[in-house]
């Protein structure tokens, strides 16, 4: 079975015929060409495949298609403006947030979405919130710096 | 020194693409009418083919292609020894071994199809542990084995299934022990972890019209894949094109052609391009772990606690294949550190490699040394209870000296294990009052190469006066194109924006060792420095030309050659660029660096841990861990610490987090939700310390760092644990679930004591 459905990605509109047990994660990589989200797990462990939805983070990997019917979902490759990168991903570079990369964008989209709720948070929030994003490469000690190097530059910013 | 790029913590060449989800990784590749490949796996630990019907998923609408052994060549493949069948031909050996194949329109079609295949299996005798394998009435698993391509006969052994059994000796091992005023035996076991990277194995493979297969994989050493290929699909090397992409984190497990060869069948048949993806079950099913390792230690010790011989017998169990390892002696020389960070004089360690109906397994990480080093470290504590010594003090009584041979045979001088182990001890308080009794404290050692191998570069200067770097190091994530890029920063004074790095493909050079065995800094860095330095000789032979002066008169300094004496006489690099490529001489340079024999150098690493254990459920929670390196100089702070980081959560894993449970060769993690791998919450706080002096073959005198941080943590959390509560586990993972019994077992002996076993309290 296939529903029409219209999904604002990054800002786009897109309106696709999407078959009903297709995954979020398929149609945004296949459907769409967005390979920046990546698939780790498959069963909504690592975070790899973390994506906004109407601002919330949810697995693409686990969320069916259908479900981002008139839904704004924000991946990985929506945070850079016009070529500037947001300050999470600056941060990631500056601090060595990352590694090999696979993990980097659903690192990115998560802590984006931490700084949007939690300005200033201390190490533990930071760990509640990144807990369900798994890195191998870094031991996360740098992805810590990074989070809290981002949420010192957006602060300093908005002032 | 001080230095322009050098020890600048400059961030990643590939960054931006990285943060933004530019970066393409194999998986992301997406090529126009591009099939989906899936592979058919057994479900049987060892059985006969007995029939395969592949029609029904042949007549399923979107499937394109269902290939089995019959369709392939008659040949084994292997990074090594040949000795695993691309697809199974007669008979499977491990669960999770490779059957049939299908090719389809999109993946689900192909998965789909799997369940229309059906295979006819006869059981046969099944063997699991590698100590049972090595009985006379054990299955034999490869009786050919030795009429395999590339089976190493200086390792053959007359044990049943034993694949390679590889002898290291030092001395006179009955006179050591002759000497010896104590003798102590002692035995562990290590468990089957993943390499845990995020990325599984993808593949993809689209041949060109004349024959040209283009190849994209989740592979660290494409040169060699390249080699292994043409073998396994027997078409002429120069028909392989290895395309050198982002690879989603290695760790070891990235080695192998993996499900290339099976892309590149399907793609020939369908005159498409095809793709395979492993999901993550596949991968912990399938994929190449970390060796299960029996290892027994036999040590003999003199009245004044000096170690003078030593007997080690290391038995890793290899699974079904061996054809993921890739040293000469096809087994883990990681067993060569049974020594530890020690000069035992009279040494024998043994070391076999065993195959069993288990998923075959392949490197990680400093390959054996965590399993190794677990047993030594964990015995040198042992043995100073038993001796009455302080553990540091028994550590200190036998560390490596300069001019000491390690088991190998090879030298090692520059020995810095003593500072690395005092900057240990120092930063962790070592011997201070501990703030609560209930926290134990554990310590230990160890050290690792520097890696060796070949690399290349090519430099050019680009008449923007740019700088380009051709690299066919791959990156695995260490940041290896960054270290290059300062490399040639700092040997041509030129800003870090002025050099670019291009990544090659297996077409620009002849060979590359690829990354993996603490090599690429120092051999990819060899052959980066050396081109520098010659072709900033050619930038000044044309400038002197250019202004009439001699080249030693001449400066190079941020994209500018001026004569030293008078600074007005000076040229642009662009314009000396732009000249050369008039005169015919343009500005590129090529490198081939080759390192044969490993540097006397070695890396040292000492770790320290401070630990709480909850009693009422065994919960052990790391406190504090110091991890101290040895270290010459770091070309970039940012990733060398990085390695240090992320190796040493690793290390957490392998101790107390990570297992793939087995029964009957069956795994039953098979998902990331069941195989649990170190998150945010579960790392420790660490402080680092350096022992830093500019000494070693790294351009800028260096050393390796990559597999440093991985290995001694595990013993150093077991003895903690001891000196907290007395257990003693031998067999890792230690578990808060092995704890809690051990707790138990130690309350219940302290209530019902026999005499002699009192312990005090």
Redesign the interface.
Known sequence: MTHTIRMHVNGKDYTLDMPA?RLLIDCL??DL???????????G??G?CTVLMDGALVSSCLTLAVLADGKQIT???G??HNGT?HPV??A?????G????????GM?VAAKALLDENPNPSDDE???W???????????????ESIRGAATRLQTERV | MTYNAIGK?I??V????????????S??I?LPNMAWGKALRSPLPHARIVRIDTGAAERLPGVLAVLTAKDLPDLLIGRRVYDMPVLAKDRVRFIGEKVAIVAAEDP?TAEEAMSHIEVDYEELPAVFDAQQAMQADAPLLHPQYRYYPHAPAKYFSDLPNVHSHVTWQLGDVAQGFGAAAHIFEHSFTTHYVH??????HASVVAIESDGRAHVWLSNKMPFRTKELLADAVQIPLEQIFVHLI??????GGKGSLMDSPLCYHLARRLGRPVKM?M???EELMAGNPRHPTTIALRTGVTRQGIIVAREAKVIFNSGAYAAFKPTPVVNITGASQAAGAYGIPNICIEAYSVYTNCIPAGHMRAPGDPQVTFAVESAMDMMAEALGLDALEFRRRNLLKDGDRLPSGHPVEHVKVRETLDAAVHAAGWGQPKPRPTIGRGLAVSHRHIGIGDANAQLSVEGDGTVTLVTAAPD????SHTVLRQIVAETLALPIQQVQVQVATTDVFEADSGAGGSRVTHVAGQATYQAAQELKAHILEVAAQLLHCQPRELTLQDGRCAVAANRDRSLLLAEVAQAALVHERPLVVRKTYRVAEYPHITGFTAQAVALEVDAETGQMTLLDVVTAHDVGTIINP??H??QI??????GVGFGMIEEMRTEDGRISTL???DYK?????D?PP?KTVLVQEELGPVPFQGKSIGESSVTPITAAIANALYDAVGVRICDLPITAEKVYQALQAQQQANENPPEHHRREP
């Open positions: 047990q990589r296949y060409g967005l390979t920046g989200t990546k698939e780790g797990c498959s069963v462990v690592c790899a991946t990985v490759e945070l850079a990168l991903q600056q990631f570079i500056d601090f060595g990352f590694q090999c990369g696979i993990c980097t964008p990115v930071i760990k509640d990144m807990m369900g994003n798994l890195c191998r490469c870094t031991g996360y000690y740098k992805i810590l | 913590p961030g990643r590939e960054g931006p693409a990285k943060v933004t989800g530019a970066a393409t990784y998986a992301d997406r689900d390499q845990g990277y995020i990325e599984p982002p690879i989603g984190g290695d760790f993806v999901t993550y079950t695995t994530g260490t940041g940012l990733g610490q990085g980081e992320g190796g040493l959560v690793q998902s990331l939700g791998l170190p998150n945010i919450k790392i660490l």
